[in-house]
């Protein structure tokens, strides 16, 4: 049984910090990315880590978020920190589509609201 549970969102400050979680069952959490949904606006690639451990961030959040992924726990993290505004959004983790299965698969996503 393939799940993917998000957690660790919440109301943070300008400048403050969260840590997301991405727990997976049923599959091996080697091939990742999270993705993030404001209303009105696009849904976009955070961050992804590849089998490898190489890790790719989008120009807004590089030096300020850090995706990693405990193996022996078959969970990924993404770890924000100095969160801005514009970071609003829902948080989504999803395996690599590059294997078909994973196609349009998603967890339940977890919201990071930042305001004053």
């Known amino acids: 049984q393939l799940q993917l549970v998000e957690s660790g969102g919440g109301l943070v400050q300008p400048g403050g910090s969260l840590t997301l979680s991405c727990a997976a069952s049923?599959?091996?959490?080697?091939?990742m990315g999270w993705y993030r949904k404001a209303p009105g606006k696009q849904r976009e690639l955070v961050a992804s880590?590849?089998?490898?451990?190489?890790?790719n961030y989008i120009d807004s959040v590089k030096g300020r978020f850090t995706i990693s992924r405990d193996s022996a726990k078959n969970t990924a993290y993404l770890q924000m920190y100095s969160l801005k505004p514009e970071d609003t959004a829902a948080y989504y983790c999803?395996?690599?589509?590059?294997?078909?299965?994973?196609?349009?698969?998603w967890g339940q996503g977890t919201q990071v609201t930042v305001s004053s």
């Open positions: 049923g599959f091996s959490l080697d091939f």
């Open positions: 880590i590849t089998i490898e451990g190489n890790t």
């Open positions: 999803k395996p690599s589509a590059r294997n078909p299965r994973f196609y349009d698969f």
